[in-house]
């Protein structure tokens, strides 16, 4: 089993700065991607940001410039560096991760999620 976990969620201004992280544990042989979705209230969950093992990316076109997705490999963790936050990035941000497992199995992961709230 492989879990994931996320932080750095909360409050922040309009023009505000949060840093989200997720560390992956349990049996994982090898990681070929991770990255954030987000889900607003009324919306169908969408890609923010996308790191693949050999460090390419894809953010998307609303956050480009705004958010950058970065990782540490050997501590299994990705992170997104989001800045000049505005009320329509408020979301559920999600984890997830495409994994092979010690069982030499591909699977896809999501965490629980993370509130991001940009209001004054």
């Known amino acids: 089993q492989v879990q994931l976990v996320e932080s750095g969620g909360g409050l922040v201004q309009p023009g505000g700065s949060l840093r989200l992280s997720c560390v992956a544990s349990?049996?994982?042989?090898?990681?070929?991607?991770m990255g954030w979705h987000r889900q607003a209230p009324g919306k169908e969950r969408e890609l923010v940001a996308n790191m693949l093992k050999g460090g390419s990316t894809i953010h998307a076109d609303s956050v480009k410039g705004r958010f950058t997705i970065s990782r540490d490999t050997a501590k299994n963790t990705v992170y997104l560096q989001m800045n000049s936050l505005q009320p329509e990035d408020t979301a559920v941000y999600y984890c997830n991760a495409d994994v092979l497992t010690i069982r030499f199995v591909r699977e896809h992961y999501w965490g629980l999620g993370t509130q991001v709230t940009v209001s004054s």
């Open positions: 349990g049996s994982i042989f090898d990681i070929y991607s």
